[in-house]
């Protein structure tokens, strides 16, 4: 008897010198792809670059970082159909506006560099919310185009007062408007109100 279970234990010490070792490579190749691919916790890309733009155009960070994280996901080098460029997603046509408001101009390449396309960003956004005086309708315009927001606007049938929008008619707008509310809402939430640098 006494035979059988010292050979019994050396057989279950032998499984466990085998498996033990892939059980804890498994383990940290999971934690190492959780690190690599997926955000960190507690952090927000480009948080310094996104405190520094918003507080030159005195917006809410936590707004803009919604909108990047709608627009591009936090992806530096996205391009849309639509040729919408970097980070907060901006379109030739919203850069030049910004650079003959500003009397800065720079290379259209640009706005793949993080700081030039937040800067560019919110600017644009800046502007949109001092032209509108309702963030909703800004964001909206933001996606849509000003031009398309001052119809709605004074369309009866997407604005009781001239100001506000009741309704949306592009889905993709509507569902924008949502998402970066949403976000917004969310990382206020998660870092208590205050930004993260």
């Known amino acids: 008897m006494r035979k059988k279970r010292k050979q019994t234990a050396g057989k279950k010490g032998s499984f466990r010198r085998r498996i033990l070792p892939a059980v804890l490579l498994a383990a940290a190749i999971f934690v190492g792809v959780q690190l690599l691919f997926c955000p960190v916790p507690g952090k927000i890309p480009y948080a310094g670059l996104i405190a520094a733009a918003s507080a030159e155009e ?41 650079m003959a408001k500003t009397g800065h101009e720079f290379p259209l390449a640009d706005l793949l560099e993080p700081e030039r396309n937040i800067k560019t960003g919110c600017f644009y956004l800046s502007y949109l919310i001092k032209t509108f005086d309702d963030l909703d ?21 997407h604005s009781q007062d001239g100001r506000t929008l009741k309704e949306i008619p592009f889905a993709e707008t509507a569902n924008y408007v949502v998402k970066v509310r949403k976000a917004r809402a969310d990382y206020h939430k998660r870092f208590g109100g205050v930004f993260p640098e």
């Open 58 to 98: 005195e917006l809410d960070p936590f707004l803009v970082a919604a909108v990047i994280k709608t627009e591009s996901s936090f992806d530096p080098e996205a391009i849309s159909s639509r040729n919408a460029r970097g980070l907060m997603q901006v379109i030739p046509e919203t850069a030049y506006f910004v």
């Open 137 to 157: 309708a800004a964001v909206a315009a933001y996606n849509a185009g000003p031009g398309n927001v001052k119809k709605w606007l004074v369309d009866p049938a």
